[in-house]
């Protein structure tokens, strides 16, 4: 499965934005997603994950009741509300596919990923 992640920007702290990672190539209904992010020098760290249905959703302690994941089977495209965007936020975030009911919070779970996707937020 290819995967195209898109909707990062610039903001300020207090923004909110949407990210979408939209599939092709293969049946999306069959793969678990995750969102990470990274910064220069730190490794991949996990943002949140959805299960291949939709009903099971997990975040970062760092993003939990702020982020929201979710996904659209019609689209083929898994989406990622982030809300009261802080500084620490800033980061490239990348979707990645998994053909399991569900990911883990490693990026190694992973086999699929996009391109990525820069979210800047000014304070």
């Known amino acids: 499965v290819q995967l195209q992640a898109s909707g990062g920007g610039l903001v300020q702290a207090g923004d909110s934005l949407r990210l979408s990672c939209a599939a092709s190539?293969?049946?999306?209904?069959?793969?678990?997603v995750g969102w990470f992010r990274q910064t220069p020098g730190k490794e991949r760290e996990f943002v949140a994950r959805?299960?291949?249905?939709?009903?099971?959703?997990s975040y970062a302690d760092s993003v939990k009741g702020r982020f929201a994941i979710s996904r659209d089977g019609a689209k083929d495209t898994v989406y990622l509300q982030m809300n009261n965007l802080k500084s620490e936020d800033t980061a490239i975030y990348y979707c990645a596919a998994t053909n399991a009911v569900i990911g883990g919070t490693i990026s190694t779970a992973y086999e699929n990923w996009g391109q990525g996707t820069l979210v800047t937020v000014s304070s």
């Open positions: 959805v299960s291949q249905t939709g009903g099971i959703t």
């Open positions: 190539g293969r049946t999306f209904g069959n793969y678990a």
